[in-house]
T-cell receptor
Framework: AQSVTQPDIHITVSEGASLELRCNYSYGATPYLFWYVQSPGQGLQLLLKYFSGDTLVQGIKGFEAEFKRSQSSFNLRKPSVHWSDAAEYFCAVGPSGGSYIPTFGRGTSLIVHP | DAGVIQSPRHEVTEMGQEVTLRCKPISGHNSLFWYRQTMMRGLELLIYFNNNVPIDDSGMPEDRFSAKMPNASFSTLKIQPSEPRDSAVYFC????????????????FGEGSRLTVL
């Protein structure tokens, strides 16, 4: 069975600082990997995804993530955080056993200090 | 293009009452998901439809919960009778999984229905 671990429940950074959110997965084959963002009171929105090819993927809002097979990781990064980036971030892995249901991590809450 | 539309956005009800949450997926999508989000449990998949057929309902908590998808453009999640522990945000998401040009695993979420059961 596939699983996703986001080890950090909360992350606090200062505006302008760099950011890295961690994601580790467990999956028997090459996974599809996703990062979603949830702003307060909103649904989840896709930030970026990895299916194959270049292991460094670019997403919306200046985010990027790197797939590292040897570490089973797909960490999300941003060089300079803006106050509007404060949100909940979810890592997801899919598909599973022929279905296409992604498995979501528990999420990391990003707090941005001015 | 219109996204996934959920209603109501907020619902406050008393224990024992019936609650019906509604979802209109993105036109052309063939898969629909109902999720529940709470602080304690995070994001839980309740049920998944493909081409209007329930494929996996193993996440439905108990018989008080039921979901239907009578056609490709509408789904409901019903709780009867409701209990305080059902208080949560319920999300509907849709996707074009498996279709030509579809993007496996990419879900489009509605804004959610926040349910409070007193």
């Amino acid at each position: 069975a596939q699983s996703v671990t986001q080890p950090d429940i909360h992350i606090t950074v200062s505006e302008g600082a760099s950011l890295e959110l961690r994601c580790n997965y467990s999956y028997g084959a090459t996974p599809y990997l996703f990062w979603y963002v949830q702003s307060p009171g909103q649904g989840l929105q896709l930030l970026l995804k990895y299916f194959s090819g270049d292991t460094l993927v670019q997403g919306i809002k200046g985010f990027e993530a790197e797939f590292k097979r040897s570490q089973s990781s797909f960490n999300l990064r941003k060089p300079s955080v803006h106050w509007s980036d404060a949100a909940e971030y979810f890592c997801a892995v899919g598909p599973s056993g022929g279905s296409y249901i992604p498995t979501f991590g528990r999420g990391t809450s990003l707090i941005v200090h001015p | 293009d219109a996204g996934v539309i959920q209603s109501p956005r907020h619902e406050v009800t008393e224990m024992g009452q019936e609650v019906t949450l509604r979802c209109k997926p993105i036109s052309g999508h063939n898969s629909l998901f109902w999720y529940r989000q709470t602080m304690m449990r995070g994001l839980e998949l309740l049920i998944y439809f493909n081409n209007n057929v329930p494929i996996d309902d193993s996440g439905m908590p108990e018989d008080r919960f039921s979901a239907k998808m009578p056609n490709a453009s509408f789904s409901t999640l019903k709780i009867q009778p409701s209990e305080p522990r059902d208080s949560a945000v319920y999300f509907c998401a849709s996707s074009s999984l498996g279709l030509a040009g579809g993007r496996a695993g990419e879900l489009f979420f509605g804004e959610g229905s926040r349910l409070t059961v007193l």
